[in-house]
């Protein structure tokens, strides 16, 4: 039995349908193929949106099946030579394969809780179509939408269909610098984590996350961070020293909102560690 995959360009979402199974499930455009992908040896034990609309389980996709280990490598590659990622090469991939992309069509989804027909003044003698059309004309198409849905029959025509949708709209599929899962970014290509929580802090997400580790990693390599710890504990036992001595805290309180500002401008790229380190070294004095 068919399911649908329907992508909303606009709104960036992903929606899947099966409606003999009762199935409607939406999603940030192209996080269930993202997903599934990133599987690997938990595709058996997953229950993936995929594995919900296939009825023979025995047949259900392993790591090892050639379609998944050549999704992965063309995947793959195409991360590894971004000048690859071209519709062209995708469809000759398909041949490869033996595949091709689903039928699918474009459809108009119209939401207004006002008839179009109410916009135009009553009086006006011109035909209901035009009355519609003009009414149309004059709505709020904000909350419209142009979808392209494509007719699927099993989990290669999902991967697919998400595939060349991507290449179509311009978004490229990559691995979290942070989680090594895939990804498509969907505002910034340059972005290189994804949104999942991050298997090093499940309260951050890998965005979160990973900026911070991969920036406290730099400093630690660069002893940066291991001056900043010495001079931070230098001052605090100061102050608990000289409990009376206002100075002291004022200065400890400044000192740290100005490491703040240099870990900012730093992860900002406007100022080095190496820099950081000099000023370090001057604020122990």
């Known amino acids: 039995m068919a399911f649908t995959i329907e992508f909303d360009d606009h709104r960036l979402t992903e929606r899947i349908r099966d409606p003999y199974k009762g199935i409607d499930e939406a999603f940030p455009l192209g996080m269930s193929f993202a997903d ?21 389980m025995d047949g259900r996709i392993n790591q090892d099946s050639f379609l998944y280990v050549r999704l992965k490598e063309f995947v793959d590659l195409c991360i590894k030579d971004p000048a690859l990622y071209t519709m062209e090469n995708f469809m000759f991939f398909l041949h490869i394969v033996g595949l091709s992309v689903p039928q699918h069509h474009l459809q108009y989804h119209f939401e207004s809780d006002k008839a179009v027909e109410d916009r135009i003044n009553p009086y006006f003698k011109i035909s209901s179509l035009e009355k519609a059309i003009r009414g149309f004309d004059k709505s709020d198409k904000s909350e419209h939408a142009i979808t392209s849905v494509y007719t699927c029959e099993g989990i290669e025509d999902f991967c697919m269909a998400s595939l060349y949708h991507f290449i179509k709209l311009g978004l490229v599929v990559k691995r979290c610098a942070n989680c090594g899962k895939y990804f498509v970014p969907l505002r910034r290509s340059d972005t290189i984590y994804c949104d999942r929580s991050s298997p090093y802090n499940p309260s951050r997400t890998c965005k979160e996350d990973g900026s911070h580790r991969t920036f406290e990693g730099k400093l630690k390599a660069d002893g940066a961070e291991k001056l900043r710890r010495s001079i931070y504990q230098a001052k605090k036992m100061r102050i608990r020293r000289n409990p009376d001595n206002k100075s002291y805290q004022e200065d400890f309180e400044k000192w740290k909102a100005d490491v703040a500002r240099w870990r900012g401008e730093i992860k900002k790229g406007l100022k080095t560690s190496e820099e950081f380190m000099v000023w370090l070294k001057e604020s122990k004095k």
Do not use: A
């Open 36 to 56: 599934f992908i990133s599987l690997g040896e938990n595709l058996q034990n997953s229950d993936h949106i995929y594995f919900k609309l296939v009825d023979d």
